[in-house]
Structure formats: structure tokens, C-alpha cells
């Protein structure tokens, strides 16, 4: 081939075919990939952990779906993902969030074992363990679910929500008619679907705790709020003298006790989560140990004195490391049938875009949002002054832990996991890293008054900002 | 009134009208009590603790049922009653029992409350904390039960263990198609009734364990048999590789970790009962209190690490202290019309005459039974030897703590708190009284080979001494 002169190049095929000086050739290259926009975790700790970068397209194996992201959902779980405290965590850098909803841009089949016909263009909703917060993402087949025809990216991205719920109320609750039930962040995504999906249960009495001020915007969805600040359990043994039937909860501490002290006989009281961990903007990990030591150990002779059950939900473990995938299958289709039906409908608290991340996050730990919180891609990151550029960039890296990327802590059970590495990564930290918030952009959101929707069927939409 | 000579007296609605020497006159006098043949607990401890007497006839109040008892089920909890290890004791002397059938001889209505129309003649069945084992009882109105037409007295007296049976499988289990669960004491009377009713949801996976010798009469209610001695976790890992949905455990101490390890996620596990503790024949508080601390403790964050649900069952906590009742009454109307269609049916091991309660109580200690051990007090005993009686003469009072009565021990937690009483009355006598079996006569019985009365309706009858 000519050192110099024009070149005649035809890619096909993973093939260039080049022609110069009369000299042609054929050379194999490798597939050429683009760049994707990507949230990615740099260290565990506070929102300055996390980036927005550009990163290569991820590459797609047997059995894996790829697709083009048009919303993802922010959740509880993610702030814990950043602050270190979730077992498993992938090697860092690594790419944030769990579930999306998109368009599939090409599917590897495996042959025989594919669950269901993946083309193009095909709209999708999918969970996967880390990743999901990118332009484009690799999913396994196995937790890919084709979308309703109606339902918009916004809601799809927000169904691992209605998962949860649905396994809290049916697979270990045991809902009945007749029921009552309390269930905590009750303006969060996951106590909002409660509501809903409790709903189709019928005659079922609906108690939820909340910030006192989205109790005007959730007052449908539920029969009697109250506050967390104030003394619940007190304020239901007077309306339920003889107890709850199921109580739901998210914070675990304090909270674990009094959840089980309000159960009637054959209650049940599951734990779902620990947000009561999640104390300030970085990881704290003295209000973690502090946690796992406070919450009552139970004699399972003591439960049969008093006839109750006490259970727990890690939906990340069950998809991912128990096999759940196809019992979580089963459940999709049986939420996409409700949702046909107008039976259940995700409550949208706001959108954010990729750049915007750090709004999001500060929204959900701020307990602001009443619904899901979302990014979406496409959408145009928010004005900033140059003043408040500059202040981001000046705090780039703080909330760090020890200032250095963390290597990725081992596997292990997970909550017991997390309190032995806290101790360890603490040392010399101190307890508890001071919260390093950086200074947050006030956020113009749109909020969506939340009707019963069973009732209903469509909610009342109404522009506030909170 | 004349100091001696014939006098007319006639008896009429209480009021005797005497008439003697030209002179008449009218007296009240209190309603004749007859004597009644009762097996009444006069100390806590072995078999010979245990009475036949005769007693007054039960004094009725508003809202109670004067029934004449046709049979009376014979249960674990009596053994453990009589060992002193159940709280809320009866001060003693004491009648024992918690189940019967039999037939209405009187009702005093309380006017408005009144659950059922309840005349005499009515056949019923009825649950009472405590003063079954008699041949005529009285009963809150509240547990009493009116009969289906074709169950006969003795089906109806072990009705008890279908209540246990429904409650863990259906409001705490949700058991529902397609799953899969192991019990203990599978030849027992609530193992009997958990696989019948099972059975009723359809596809579900049943394994038992039981005494090697009860396998093959069992072994059509049951898909897969282990000998409660062998290493049934590993035996059931084979089979079931994912885990069980189930497990319910009426053993606790070193099976209670066993059954929760042997979950799948979303399985649950239930205690309803420590059959662990009753050792040997008189109370062995050391297996008790090694029962209690050797169970394990669980924290409900591991709980939601594995997915997992532990709880237990009281039910005479749950009838007696917890208002259970109008719960209880929805589920024997549930029994009675599974009965009416053949789905269920209970498998009567034996009955006795009230002499032979020792017999009776032998029977079910020695895990002899397969299906329900009753007491019929219209029975004829068991014909004895003069040496036989001479012996059980002087046997008579061994077995009772300290050799005197036992005053009954406070209510409260029940097992924590019998834990507590155990030790204390423990003192002085060492560490498990050492068992003072009396010189059992052998029972000639009859058992039933058990089928699945929900394929076959009627289970095959085989006489077969054990």
C-alpha cells in the first residue's frame, strides 16, 4: 500500500475493504464503539462520588439485550450504593442504578433458551444489578420485559417499586380482604404502589407515615396518615385497639420494634429496607452499626407466645442471587394486567437529566419526592451560573472516603457484610464522615397529586413545586 | 311444721312444697348438683398426677353451654399441662382437657349476644381452656360449635388440630399452589390434618417426618417420608435443591435453625409447639430451658438478607387471651364445609374409657399414635388385674413436684415465663425429675391407615395393633 494519497475504504461486515494506488487489501477491525453518556461511582460516599463521563458502549454477550435508556429509576438503594453500605458492590469506577426503561437497539440470542421473542425497537423495561444510569445498557434476557402498549418509559422505569410491593403484600404479607396495614415513607415510591396495589385487595385499612408535608398530596391514596416524627404507634392503638395485620418498613432501628409491638395476633411485620442508615449526605457508618445492634433479636418461641411473624424482602438478593427471576416474571405480568385495567398507575414525582444527577439523589434524600424520582437521558440538563460551576468543580471529590477510590468490598451477607466493613473502613475516618454537601441548585420539579387510582382511574394531575 | 311424722313434699321449678300434719309451706332450695366422673391434674408431673374422680357437676352462668361430653381430645399440650410447663395454670385440683364433643343439655342465653341458636339435644363440639376431660362441662358460648350432621362425636372432638392446621398453613403459611412444605410429627393429629387440608390448594409438594414404624400408614397422605432421626436436611437439599416455601415445626430446640436453614427465599418458617421439651415422662425443665436458649435468636436485618420469615402459633393463646374467637368460629365453618365435601376427614387412632386416661396419655407420649387419641367417658375401661391395680394404687401421688401440690404459677409470657418457673421450682429437686412411669398395661388399639381423603373420600379402615 502507498505511504501517501487516497484511500478508498469500505467498512461491511466487521471487514474494510481499502483500495489505494492500485493496491487493495482486506483487513478484519474490531467492532467500533461509541461513546455513551454514563452516572458512574468513583468512590463510596457523598453525591461528589459520583460523575457524569463518558464511557465506551458496553459490549453485548449471548443472551444479552442492548438497550438505548429513556428513563432510569433513583432510588432509596442507590444512596446506599454510593455511601458503600450495599454488600456486592461492583469494582469502581462503576456505572450506578438498577432499573430502566428503553428501546432495544439489538438482542444476542442464545438459540434455545430465550424467555421471549427481543426485536428492535421493541419498548422494554428492565433491572439489572448496577448500570442501569447510561445512555445505553446490557441487560440478560432474563430481566427484560416487554412494555405495555400505553405505558410511558417514565412509568416503566419506575416498576421495580410495584415488584416490591407486590412481594411485601402477596408473597410474604398475605394481604386479605378485610385487612390493615401500615407502611412507612408512605409519599416514596414503594408505599405509594403499596397503596395502589393494597387497593385491589379491597375493604383493606391503609396506614402510612410521612413528612407532615405531603400529606395533602398522598391523602387519597391512604386512610390515615401521621407524621414519623410524632408518636405513631401511640396514635394508631387508639384507632386499631387490637393491632395491625401487616406492617411494611422501610427504616428499620427504633422503628423494627415498634412496628412489631403494633402487630395484632397473626400479624406480620417485614422489613424491606434501612433507611433509617442513610443518615446524612455521606456514609454514616456509626448510625449503621448502630442499626443492626439496636434492632431487637427475636426468640422464635417468643413470636409463638404472642402468634406473629417477623420477615424480611432484599429484592436485589432475590433477583440477582436467588434465582427470582422467573417468579419476578410471573409478577410483570400480573402488574401489566393491573395496569391495563387502570388498577395501578406510577406517581412521576420529577425527571431529571444525566447532568442533573446530583438534584436527583439530594431530592430523594431529602425525602422531597412524593413518587419517582427519574433520569432521563434525553433531556436538557438545567441552566447553571458560572458561580455555581464553579462551586461543583471546586467540590469535586470531597465525600470521598479517605479522599481515594475504595476498592470494592466482598461479598458476604449482605447487612452484617456492610457493618463489619464499616468498622473497618471507618478507622481512621472516624465515626460517622461529616455530611459534605455541596451546594445544591434549588430544583423547579413537577409534582403529581396522588389519587386512589382504582377508584379513579386516571389521578388528578396538578403543577406544584414543592 | 311437725317434728316427726309423714310429710308430702313435691319439687317444682326449684321450690320444694312440703305438706305435713295439716300444716304446708314453701322452700327454696339450691338446684341439685349430681356428681360427675372427671380426670382432674392434682399436682404438676408424671402421669400419676393425673385423677379419675368425681366431681360436682359445673355450675352455669350467663352465656354458657351445659354439654354432656361423648368424646374428648387427648393432646400434646395436655401432656405438657400436666408437666407444668404451660402459663396460665388452673389452680388445682384442676379438670383437664381442651377439646370435646358432645351433646347440649342446657343454655343459659345472655338475651342479645348470643353467637347461634343453641337448644338442648344439640350435637356440638367445643374448645375450652382447660375442664374437658369431664363427663358433662360447661362452655362460653363462644366456643362452641353446632356439629355437621354426619360427623360423628369422635371426629368432632379432634377438631382442634384442623383449627392449628388451617391457621399455619392459610393465615400464617399462604400457602398457596405449586408450593412445598415439610412437617414434623407427620403421624401426629395436626400433621394429619396439614396434609389434608394441603391437599385442598392443589400441586403441593408434602414432606413429613415421622417414626420409622408410622411410615407405611402414612405414607399415601404424604409425597415423601423421612425418619425424624436421619439427617433429614440433607435428605431434603437433595430433593429440593431451591429450598422449601414451608416448614412448620412443632419440635423447636436444634429443629428450629434446621427449618429456617431449610427455607427458599420467601419461605417461612412457624413454631407451634416444643414437643423437644417433653423428655421424659414427668417435666424435664432442663430440656426446657435448653429449648429455649438453644434457639436460635434472630435478627430481622438477617431475615432481610435471606428473604425469610419466622413466626409461631398459639392457638389457645390465640382462642383464650388473644380474642381469636370470631376468627376461629370463620375458620370451623371453613372446616365443616370441607368436611360436608369429603376433603377432609379426621383419622381417629384410638379411644379410651376416662380409667384408662394413663393408657391414653402413654400413647401419645410414646408417639404411638397415628391420627387422634381420645377419651369417650361413656367407655367401658379396660379390664385390670388385682396386681395391676394394687401396683397403680401405690404409685399413686409420684411424679408431683417436691411430693405436694403445686400452686398454680402466674400467668405472663408463657414460654419465658415457664422458663423462669422452672427454675425456680426447680431448686431443690435437681435438674429434671427423673421419669416415675407407672406399670402401663398393654393397649390393645385400633389405628387407621391413613389415605387422602380428598382423592378417596373414605379412608380405607385397617385393624392393626401397633
Redesign the interface.
Known sequence: MADSGQVEALLQNGTVQMKAGGISGDFKVPPMKHEIKAVALHSFGGPRSVKVENRPEPGMEKGQVLIRVKATGVNFLDLMARQGVLDGAPKLPAVMGFELAGDVEAFVSTGSSNIMDIKPGDRVIAFTDYNAWAEVVCVSIDYVYKMPAHMSYEEGASMLSYVTAH?LLF??G?LRKGQSLLVHSAGGSVGLAVSQLARTVGDVKLIGTASLHKHEHIKQAFDQLYDHGEDYVQEIKKIAP?GLHLVLDCL?GDD?HRGISLL???G?????G?ANIVAGESKSFFSLAK??WQ????????????????????LR??LFR???AS?VRDIMQQLFTLYDKKKIKPAVDSTYAMADVYDAMKRLHDRKNIGKVLLCPAQVPRPRTIQQQLSETNSAGAGSVNGTTNPAPSTG????GMVRRAFSQDQGNGHGSAPNSPPYIKVETTTTTVTNVADTNVPSGSNENL
Chains 1, 2 share one sequence.
Open positions: 412481594l408473597h410474604l398475605g387490637e428499620s423494627t395484632r395476633p397473626m406480620k411485620y417485614i422489613l424491606y434501612s442499626s443492626w434492632v431487637e433479636k427475636i426468640n422464635p418461641m417468643r413470636l409463638c407466645d404472642e402468634n406473629k411473624l417477623v420477615g424480611g424482602l432484599n438478593h432475590f436467588q434465582r427470582g417468579e451477607s449482605s447487612i452484617l
